[in-house]
C-alpha cells in the first residue's frame, strides 16, 4: 500500500485497524508491506504528519485468498 502528501519534511505512520478496539501502528513511510500468510480481511490506513499538522488517509481493506491479495477501497 502506498500513500503521497504534499509539503516538506512529512513522515508516515500505518495502522491496522482491528475494527473493533484501537487501531495499532504497524509500520512506517509512504509505502507499506502487507503479508496475507494467515488469510482474511485486514484494513489499513496511514497518518501523514509534518510542522503544520496530519492528515489521515482513508482506509484500505486487504483481502487475502489463498497467498492472493485483493484490494478493496481506497
Known amino acids: 500500500l502506498t500513500v503521497a502528501a504534499s509539503g516538506s519534511n512529512v513522515s508516515y505512520v500505518w495502522y491496522q485497524d482491528p475494527g473493533e478496539g484501537t487501531p ?30 496530519s492528515a489521515q488517509s482513508r482506509t484500505a481493506t486487504v483481502e487475502f485468498f489463498f497467498g492472493s491479495a485483493l484490494k478493496r477501497g481506497r
Open 24 to 53: 495499532y501502528a504497524v509500520g512506517t513511510g509512504p509505502s507499506l508491506y502487507v503479508d496475507g500468510y494467515y488469510g482474511g480481511t485486514y484494513r489499513y490506513f496511514a497518518v501523514a504528519t509534518n510542522a503544520l499538522g
